[in-house]
């Protein structure tokens, strides 16, 4: 299984941006489809983007579309989500999971690797 680590979580004023990163080990990235989710204070986690394997396709959840844009770079081991025009709504531990062999999925029981999460804080 492939262990995540993902980093870049902050705090942030409203309108700013974050670039969080996803560092895999043990297991290469290419052989997974990868996701970011976000688990916001006392609700349940959600899906946020997903990415291909290749990195041709990709999918967001209407909240973040044309805020944030998920990448992938399987050279360095790593998935990112580039995070602009933040809201305080988007304040949240934030993880990236990957689905060894499958497809982009916004469903949380798809994704077989989870990591520790990055908290992100965005104030008012």
């Known amino acids: 299984q492939v262990q995540l680590v993902e980093s870049g979580g902050g705090l942030v004023q409203a309108g700013g941006s974050l670039r969080l990163s996803c560092a895999a080990s043990g297991r290469t990235l290419s052989n997974y489809a990868m996701g970011w989710f976000r688990q916001r204070p006392g609700k349940e986690r959600e899906f946020v983007a997903s990415?291909?394997?290749?990195?041709?396709?990709?999918d967001y959840a209407d909240s973040v579309k044309g805020r944030f844009t998920i990448s992938r770079d399987n050279a360095k081991n790593t998935v990112y989500l580039q995070m602009n025009s933040l809201k305080p709504e988007d304040t949240a531990v934030f993880y990236c999971?990957?689905?060894?062999?499958?497809?982009?999925?916004?469903?949380?029981?798809?994704?077989?690797?989870w990591g520790q999460g990055t908290q992100v804080t965005v104030s008012s």
């Open positions: 999971a990957g689905r060894l062999l499958g497809v982009l999925s916004s469903s949380i029981k798809d994704y077989d690797s």
């Open positions: 990415i291909s394997w290749s990195g041709a396709a990709r």
